[in-house]
């Protein structure tokens, strides 16, 4: 059974940091592409980051030179670092793997929110 687990979220302040996480299960963790997604209210998901199995990282315009994706294999955890976060960051953020999320009916499970605000 794949299970991701996002934790980490919270409240910040603008130009604040959180760091996320993507706890992985039931994956050959070490070949797998993990990507992070979010959602807004109101908004479509949308893709932030991914890495690759071989650590290739992407990013999103929109959080380019913010955010930094990682990954520790020895734990099967992905990483978002969050620098210089804005009110538009705010959402419920996700991780999955790329291939899952281009499905529609992906499961994307509970994600954990991200606010930003003064």
């Known amino acids: 059974q794949v299970r991701l687990v996002e934790s980490g979220g919270g409240l910040v302040q603008p130009g604040g940091s959180l760091r996320l996480s993507c706890a992985t299960s039931?994956?050959?963790?070490?070949?797998?592409?993990v990507g992070w997604y979010r959602q807004a209210p109101g908004q479509q998901r949308e893709w932030v980051a991914s890495?690759?199995?071989?650590?290739?990282?992407d990013y999103a315009d929109s959080v380019k030179g913010r955010f930094t994706i990682s990954r520790d294999n020895a734990k099967n955890t992905v990483y978002l670092q969050m620098n210089s976060l804005k009110p538009e960051d705010t959402a419920l953020y996700h991780c999955?793997?790329?291939?899952?999320?281009?499905?529609?009916?992906?499961?994307w499970g509970q994600g954990t929110q991200v606010t930003v605000s003064s």
């Open positions: 039931g994956v050959i963790f070490r070949i797998i592409a």
């Open positions: 890495i690759t199995s071989v650590g290739s990282t």
């Open positions: 999955n793997i790329p291939a899952l999320a281009r499905q529609s009916g992906s499961n």
